[in-house]
């Protein structure tokens, strides 16, 4: 699907700044970028400004390891289970440019789910909010479903091409969403573009996994959430502009 913009070249102004050794992101983008101040959601050394999906501290099995938010799986027998659990921003957003460094460990699997509710009617981030997949592409076996691989609009739209790099290393993830305008972005390549909530939308949530979930891809402001499914994974310079 194809939105409708401006053709804006993003510059040196998405580098971080306080010595991150982020790469800069120039590729082009159909939506208009606005030139407000990035705002940090992760200081480093706190848990400020996160919670646990579904209320509640963030669990002990996310940890905060040389400046990045860090899910510790030693004591884990598997997915969304010990004190673990998706974590989600206190906040919600809407119009937003996301920026995110990850890296995951050998077979691992997480995920950065965006427009999620927080509801009792909703056990889980994923039931909400669409994701972007984070994933060892080499030795997950969810690679080998299209629309399951890193950089993927999961479940829904595959990377129109691969750009995540080798287990261990760190990768830029982005997410711009303006206006139902939706961009994924891996390591400054735009990945997938589509249109929300539009019928060619709810056709495609509708063939999905998702489908039978009355809450998914519905909400047009949200929080943020970084998934625990299981496996370790890094999340590090997570800012957020307004759009």
């Given amino acids: 699907m194809k939105n409708s913009a401006y053709i804006l070249m993003l510059g040196a102004g998405l580098a971080f700044a306080c010595g991150s050794n982020q790469e800069e992101s120039t590729e082009e983008t159909s939506i208009e970028i606005v030139e407000n101040e990035w705002i940090s959601l992760f200081d480093g050394e706190t848990f400020n400004g996160w919670s646990k999906y579904g209320g509640g501290e963030v669990g002990a099995a996310w940890k905060i390891q040389d400046g990045a938010i860090y ?48 509801s009792e009617e909703f056990a889980y981030s994923w039931m909400t909010g669409p994701e972007m997949q984070v994933l060892d592409n080499d030795g997950h076996p969810d690679a080998k479903i299209i629309t399951h691989r890193a950089g993927d609009l999961y479940d829904l739209i595959e990377s129109s091409e691969e750009t995540v790099k080798p287990v261990g290393e760190w990768n830029l993830a982005e997410i711009i969403a303006k206006d139902g305008n939706l961009e994924l972005h891996l390591n400054g390549v735009m990945v997938v573009s589509t249109t929300m909530w539009t019928p060619e939308w709810e056709e495609m949530v509708a063939n999905s996994k998702f489908k039978d979930m009355p809450g998914f891809g519905k909400y047009q402001k949200g929080k943020i959430a970084l998934q625990d499914h299981g496996d370790e994974v890094w999340f590090r310079n997570i800012r957020i502009k307004k759009l």
């Avoid at 206190?90 to 996301?98: L, P, Q, V």
């Avoid at 995951?104 to 999620?116: L, M």
């Fill in 71 to 118: 899910l510790d799986a030693s004591n884990k027998d598997g997915w969304q289970t010990g004190d673990g659990g998706d974590i989600a921003t206190d906040e919600e957003f809407d119009n937003f440019h996301f920026q995110v460094e990850w890296k995951i460990a050998k077979d691992g699997n997480s995920g950065i789910i965006f427009y999620v509710h927080e």
